[in-house]
């Protein structure tokens, strides 16, 4: 079991940068894989990016290049830097995590990103 808590969204500029974090009740180094989700208002929840135990990363087309994930064992965080923000990007954004290949996912509640001028 893994509690998660995200924090860093808020209201940026097309064009502009901002850091997301996910912040874990225990320790991530053996999470199988963790991940950021997004989901805008009406629509569905959709993979942004994933990142396992091991380093390997996977992202949604629509972020590559633009969108970096990355996770700090140490401090039991992960991170979603994302730069060039769109405002098709504005959604509300969750941490995703996966202990185990086949077992349950656990997620946190959410931060929001607005992008906007």
């Known amino acids: 079991q893994v509690q998660l808590v995200e924090s860093g969204g808020g209201l940026v500029q097309p064009g502009g940068s901002l850091r997301l974090s996910c912040a874990a009740s225990?320790?991530?180094?053996?999470?199988?894989?963790m991940g950021w989700y997004r989901q805008a208002p009406g629509k569905q929840r959709d993979l942004v990016a994933t990142i396992t135990s091991g380093g390997s990363t996977n992202y949604a087309d629509s972020v590559k290049g633009r969108f970096t994930i990355s996770r700090d064992n140490a401090r039991n965080t992960m991170f979603l830097e994302m730069n060039s923000l769109k405002p098709e990007d504005t959604a509300l954004y969750y941490c995703?995590?996966?202990?185990?290949?086949?077992?349950?996912?656990?997620w946190g509640k959410g931060t929001l990103v607005t992008v906007s001028s």
């Open positions: 225990r320790s991530i180094s053996s999470i199988y894989r």
């Open positions: 995703n995590a996966k202990p185990v290949p086949i077992g349950m996912d656990y």
